[in-house]
């Protein structure tokens, strides 16, 4: 059984930073593509940033340049370096694995593996 869980997540002032992790466990092969998702209160989820096996990386353009994705395959592990964090990245934050879809296309994502989340609170 594939499970996922999220850790890492906790109030910040903003500017500060942040690093989430991913512990992936259950699979027999490796993912095709891993990402982050996160979901404000009254928002809809929606894709942060996204890594293929191959290791390409894509990214929101609200988070290009603070955020960096990362995955450590002999940990089976999914990383998200988030830094110069701004109020509005206040959320519940969602690693997701499985088959590639385009970071925006959330519909198909809703179809691959989910962990539970974790909460990131920004603060001025």
């Known amino acids: 059984q594939v499970q996922l869980v999220e850790s890492g997540g906790g109030s910040v002032q903003s500017g500060g930073s942040l690093r989430l992790t991913c512990t992936i466990s259950?699979?027999?092969?490796?993912?095709?593509?891993m990402a982050w998702f996160r979901q404000a209160p009254g928002k809809e989820r929606e894709g942060v940033a996204r890594?293929?096996?191959?290791?390409?990386?894509t990214y929101a353009e609200s988070v290009e340049g603070r955020f960096t994705i990362d995955q450590d395959s002999t940990k089976n592990t999914l990383y998200l370096e988030m830094s110069n964090l701004k109020l509005e990245d206040t959320a519940m934050y969602y690693c997701?694995?499985?088959?590639?879809?385009?970071?925006?296309?959330?519909?198909?994502?809703?179809?691959?593996?989910w962990g539970q989340g974790t909460q990131v609170t920004v603060s001025a």
């Open positions: 890594v293929t096996s191959g290791r390409l990386t």
């Open positions: 997701a694995a499985g088959a590639c879809y385009a970071l925006g296309d959330y519909p198909n994502w809703r179809n691959n593996e």
């Open positions: 259950g699979y027999t092969y490796r993912p095709r593509c």
